[in-house]
């Protein structure tokens, strides 16, 4: 069973349409990233959360401790946004991430 | 803002030969890490690096692997005699202290095993 979980695997849309990823997780955590990766592989950190809620311009990263889960959300989505977002958490007592495997985000003009 | 820097992007070797993966991590950062990434899999996790030793490694992290950081800012993954299956996109990733701080996650090299 994998200790990370996301859905959707792929996701379409239209530009402009409201996005949401979800995440959830089996294990005891101490924080959970939200993370980028383009075509040419390359990981970009976008969010790291331990509780709440956070924003950083159409990106809202929201988690739920009690329930295991978190979400992403763009808002406005632009075609630049298509990559592979990926979830992955930092289990409590250690330094190593676990990653879910990724939801591949396509936005169509 | 600062980078974690991998050398080479891509690296093509023969199944039986030695490697080296090269990372320079951003320079107050405490924390090292490689992670991997076999093609249309998840990312996984190899070792962690702290104060000069191993502080966490996975399964996968066997003795066929070794990490070092030879000069204070170079911090390397070898892989001793490579098999096929090492093919994968290997991610070098550093943060500053423990706790819950941000990763900083380099471009990545691309090994191809043939």
């Known amino acids: 069973k994998n200790e990370v979980e996301q859905s959707p695997q792929n996701l379409t849309a239209q530009e402009g349409e409201f996005i949401t990823i979800n995440c959830s997780y089996s294990?005891?955590?101490?924080?959970l990233h939200w993370l980028q990766q383009h075509p040419g592989g390359g990981i970009v950190s976008l969010f790291m959360?331990?509780?709440g809620k956070k924003k950083h311009g159409r990106l809202i990263a929201t988690i739920n401790i009690q329930e295991k889960h978190s979400s992403l959300h763009i808002t406005a989505s632009h075609p630049r946004d298509s990559a592979v977002y990926i979830c992955?958490?930092?289990?409590?007592?250690?330094?190593?991430?676990?990653f879910g495997q990724g939801t591949r985000l396509t936005i169509n003009p | 803002e600062p980078e974690v820097t991998q050398t080479p992007s891509h690296q093509v070797t023969q199944m039986g030969q030695e490697v080296i993966l090269r990372c320079v991590p951003i320079?107050?950062?405490?924390?090292f890490y490689w992670y991997r990434q076999i093609l249309g899999q998840k990312v996984e996790f190899l070792v962690s690096?702290?104060?000069?030793?191993?502080?966490?490694k996975s399964e996968i992290f066997d003795d066929q692997f070794s990490v070092e950081r030879p000069d204070g800012s170079n911090f390397t993954l070898k892989i001793r005699s490579t098999k096929l299956e090492d093919s994968a996109m290997y991610f070098c990733?550093?943060?500053?202290?423990?706790?819950?701080?941000?990763?900083?996650f380099g471009s990545g090299t691309r090994l191809t095993v043939v």
């Open positions: 320079s107050n950062h405490l924390y």
């Open positions: 959360l331990s509780s």
């Open positions: 990733a550093s943060n500053e202290m423990a706790g819950n701080y941000g990763y900083t």
């Open positions: 992955a958490v930092r289990i409590q007592g250690a330094q190593k991430l676990v």
């Open positions: 690096f702290y104060n000069n030793e191993i502080s966490e």
């Open positions: 294990v005891g955590i101490s924080a």
